[in-house]
């Protein structure tokens, strides 16, 4: 990456930078490939944050699916967390994850999973599991709040069956001639997924992230306190693809000590570990065993620890600074936090980062915990809050006693609870999955790069004002 007719005297932002473009030889986005280098089997640079109200299975699933990985937050309960990257690997590849209902449940528990838009649909079964059928979440608008979806079923919904599928652009063709949009997938009589027809299309351009077992890749996040190595080793027997050491000062003895520990057992699987800023925060941590470093103090939607403390460092600078101190290394970042808008992933690629972690975007979506609340303008949200708040402090430590619970609540800091509304032209991480992806490829494409690695070599980066940034956004209202 070089920077354009410019030397920065000060550190940078991603609304302090934009990309210029160059000549470039590539005739379509579709012709790059934004597989990150990390050795993650991901395909595309995309990260859930192990925040509790970000990934739960169902997210960390569905983002395996098209290719990213979902990191399940450290705050579960060890027996929980092996019942979540168990139940992941145990999800199909080529359809969706079923979203099952008893027959006895209301209208209004199927719409506090899924809002009422076309392509979704929730399946419904009987008190002994088995499937009585499917009902599209489109007609679950119209349904009386107290109405029993086994109620609802307007007898058996033309199905798919997996045998008569080869292939995704098959699977479009038929449901566009039986004039399907939501539909579920049967194998042998039973029930495997559900499939709609943009999930058919995804399939086209998406390649899943899986395991050498052909299952969806699934990453976990853990402490740096107590038997890190019994943990360590818990998780890898659970199928876990990537361990995660997350602590809000990654630059610390304690860290480096349990990386190193880690490190030491072998346990086949990359090793992520941070938070830092700096290139020898970098060097510390990796030269202690770890394969990829994340890199962000502070940047988050929830955070508040810059100003609480007055911490952290501009996340484009301190992104370009740690990315080239770990490919020194033979090592990579993920450039963690401060994402608003697909140009900042890019960005945040173009300085070196081989992965972006995302979250309180993706926290607002079908698939993140939580349930669907609806606000008096009739707006659907899920709530979410900072992993150092209040809230989370309670989830963290609920098997202390008392006292010392109610010292560490004395320290709790972030953003407690916060509305982040489902977007309804996007409700789903698949739709900004689709959003993100084609502006990255696209600025691939602009630079002239095939890949991540020619695109950090080609990126040219520009330094803009306040005014700059505003002048690329799109206008609200007409002229």
């Given at each position: 990456m070089e920077f354009y007719e410019t030397t920065p005297r000060h550190d940078l932002t991603y609304s302090d930078v934009f990309l210029v473009p160059t000549r470039s030889k590539v005739a379509s986005r579709l012709d790059v490939s934004i597989a990150p280098p990390d050795a993650t089997g991901a395909t595309i640079p995309i990260v859930?944050?192990?925040?509790?109200?970000?990934?739960?299975?169902?997210?960390?699933?569905?983002?395996?699916?098209?290719?990213?990985?979902?990191?399940?937050?450290?705050?579960?309960?060890?027996?929980?967390?092996?019942?979540?990257?168990?139940?992941?690997?145990?999800?199909?590849?080529?359809?969706?994850?079923?979203?099952?209902?008893?027959?006895s449940d209301t209208a209004a528990a199927a719409r506090s999973a899924v809002p009422a838009v076309a392509g979704h649909g929730v399946v419904v079964r009987d008190d002994r599991g088995r499937y009585l059928g499917c009902i599209p979440a489109i007609r679950l608008d119209g349904a009386d709040p107290g109405a029993l979806l086994g109620d609802l079923l307007e007898g058996p919904m033309t199905g798919i069956d997996a045998d008569d599928i080869d292939s995704a652009r098959a699977a479009f063709d038929?449901?566009?001639?039986?004039?399907?949009?939501?539909?579920?997938?049967?194998?042998?009589g039973e029930l495997v997924g559900t499939l709609s027809r943009t999930s058919a299309v995804r399939s086209t351009i998406y390649d899943p992230a899986l395991d050498a077992s052909g299952r969806l890749v699934v990453a976990a996040a853990i402490g740096i306190n107590g038997d890190v190595a019994a943990k360590a080793r818990a998780l890898v027997a659970a199928g876990v693809d990537v361990l995660v050491f997350?602590?809000?000062?990654g630059h610390q003895k304690g860290m480096v000590t349990a990386v190193a520990t880690v490190a030491a057992l072998r346990l086949g699987v990359p090793i992520v570990a941070g938070n830092v800023v700096t290139s020898l925060g970098v060097r510390d941590l990796v030269g202690a065993g770890?394969?990829?470093?994340?890199?962000?103090?502070?940047p988050g939607a929830m955070c508040t620890t810059r100003m609480m403390t007055a911490v952290g460092r501009p996340q484009f600078s301190a992104v370009l600074e740690t990315a080239h101190a770990a490919r020194e290394l033979g090592a990579h970042v993920w450039a963690d936090g401060g994402v608003r808008y697909p140009r900042d992933v890019a960005l945040a690629l173009a300085a070196g980062a081989a992965s972006v972690m995302i979250g309180s975007w993706f926290g607002g979506t079908?698939?993140?915990?939580?349930?669907?609340?609806?606000?008096?303008?009739?707006?659907?949200?899920?709530?979410?809050w900072g992993m150092a708040s209040t809230r989370a402090v309670q989830q963290r430590f609920d098997r202390l006693d008392a006292y010392e619970l109610a010292r560490k609540m004395l320290f709790a800091e972030g953003i407690s609870s916060s509305r982040i509304y489902i977007d309804p032209l996007r409700p789903s991480i698949e739709d900004l999955l689709d959003m993100i992806t084609s502006g990255v490829r696209?600025?691939?494409a602009y630079a002239g790069a095939v890949s991540l690695d020619q695109f950090h070599q080609r990126a040219l980066v520009g330094v803009q004002s306040a005014a700059g940034y505003e002048e690329g956004k799109a206008l609200p209202v007409s002229w």
């Open positions: 859930s944050a192990n925040m509790n109200t970000v990934t739960g299975p169902r997210l960390a699933a569905s983002l395996a699916r098209r290719g990213g990985i979902g990191v399940l937050p450290q705050d579960m309960h060890l027996q929980d967390l092996d019942a979540a990257i168990r139940w992941v690997k145990s999800q199909p590849v080529a359809w969706d994850t079923p979203l099952s209902f008893s027959a038929l449901m566009v001639a039986a004039d399907l949009e939501f539909a579920p997938v049967f194998h042998h997350d602590t809000a000062h770890a394969t990829i470093v994340k890199v962000g103090v502070g079908i698939e993140a915990p939580g349930e669907l609340a609806t606000d008096d303008a009739g707006r659907q949200y899920k709530e979410s696209s600025s691939l």
